[in-house]
């Protein structure tokens, strides 16, 4: 299986703050890592796709990029709605597997 | 719009059965794949089955092969998730999940609001 290790596990920033969470597969996955918002009880949301592409209906302060194994998203400016935790997915090889979750605080 | 509404969990004792099930609305779901995702109370999330539109694939996470059947019925709008010999690791909110157009996909774009499987004697 391969395995998605997310980094750091847990962040506290500001409203406005850049942000950035790290995703590393154990494996190439080419460009199949997806990231995923949750908020406390509720289902999680699409946020990018395909490692950049924003989901529909998605601010544009969410952007997702790679570099090899390595993939990052990134928030320009931290928004109150936006603490959350985020997961990434690998959908490159069954069982598609996901990352352990990185939790956004407020400072 | 999309909508998805998980039905059938509760309180089950270990080794017992339960069949969830999710009715869609506001697509075309006998063209979509559709998965199951679940999360264990205060944990992350673990991929657990998928069926392609028209059944000709499932795959299953190895923790489920075995216990777990996915199905679908396309006249009813529904997913099944049929969970025998349960154990006190499976559970979780389920999650129902949307595919892809006719195969897996590659992510999910639409979840339902979850349902909670609780399996303790």
């Known amino acids: 299986d391969i395995q998605m290790t997310q980094s750091p596990s847990s962040l506290s920033a500001s409203v406005g703050d850049r942000v950035t969470i790290t995703c590393r597969a154990s494996?190439?996955?080419?460009?199949?890592l997806n990231w995923y918002q949750q908020t406390p009880g509720k289902a999680p949301k699409l946020l990018i796709y395909?490692?950049?592409s924003l989901q529909s209906g998605v601010p544009s302060r969410f952007s997702g990029s790679e570099s090899g194994t390595d993939f990052t998203l990134t928030i320009s400016s931290l928004q109150p709605e936006d603490f959350a935790i985020y997961y990434c997915q690998q959908s490159y090889s069954f069982p598609w597997t996901f990352g352990q979750g990185t939790k956004v605080e407020i400072k | 719009q999309v909508y998805m509404v998980e039905s059938g969990g509760g309180v089950v004792q270990p080794g017992t059965s339960l069949r969830l099930s999710c009715a869609a609305s506001g697509f075309t779901f006998g063209n979509y794949a559709m998965h199951w995702v679940r999360q264990a109370p205060g944990k992350g999330l673990e991929w657990v089955a998928v069926i392609w539109y028209n059944e000709s694939n499932k795959k299953y996470v190895d923790s489920v092969k075995g216990r777990f059947t996915i199905s679908r019925d396309n006249s009813k709008n529904t997913l099944y998730l049929q969970m025998n010999s349960l154990r006190a690791e499976d559970t979780a909110v389920y999650y129902c999940?949307?595919?892809?157009?006719?195969?897996?996909?590659?992510?999910?774009?639409?979840w339902g609001q979850g349902i909670l499987v609780i399996v303790s004697s």
């Open positions: 999940a949307r595919g892809g157009l006719y195969s897996s996909g590659w992510y999910f774009d639409y």
């Open positions: 494996q190439t996955i080419s460009s199949y």
């Open positions: 395909s490692a950049s």
